[in-house]
Nanobody, 121 residues
Framework: QVQLVESGGGLVQPGGSLKLSCAASGSIFIIYTMGWYRQAPGKQRELVTTISWSGGKTSYADSVKGRFTISRDNAKNTVYLQMNSLKPEDTAVYYC??????????????WGQGTQVTVSS
């Protein structure tokens, strides 16, 4: 069974930084694209950023470009999100997503349980 576990959320002041981590565990052949989504209260879940298997291709929502950086460590099956210059509008539950292949179920999409990020003074 595959699990994605996020960590690193919390309360931070505007202008501050946080680094989120998401570790995938279980019987995994390969993890393709990984990404981060977020959902603010009363809003739909939105894509924040993605990273390819090699790490050579990344994409960012316009709202976070220049402030957030996604990276991954394939040896640890882990993806990271470095968030700088945080704004109150970044407040949301952040979810990790992974497109991966397992021996039993083949290729599918997996989600973490979410981690709360609150930006407030």
């Amino acid at each position: 069974q595959v699990q994605l576990v996020e960590s690193g959320g919390g309360l931070v002041q505007p202008g501050g930084s946080l680094k989120l981590s998401c570790a995938a565990s279980g019987s995994i052949f390969i993890i393709y694209t990984m990404g981060w989504y977020r959902q603010a209260p009363g809003k739909q879940r939105e894509l924040v950023t993605t990273i390819s298997w090699s790490g050579g291709k990344t994409s960012y929502a316009d709202s976070v470009k220049g402030r957030f950086t996604i990276s991954r460590d394939n040896a640890k099956n882990t993806v990271y999100l470095q968030m700088n210059s945080l704004k109150p509008e970044d407040t949301a539950v952040y979810y990790c997503n992974a497109d991966l292949n397992t021996p039993l179920l083949g290729r599918d999409d997996y989600w973490g349980q979410g981690t709360q990020v609150t930006v407030s003074s």
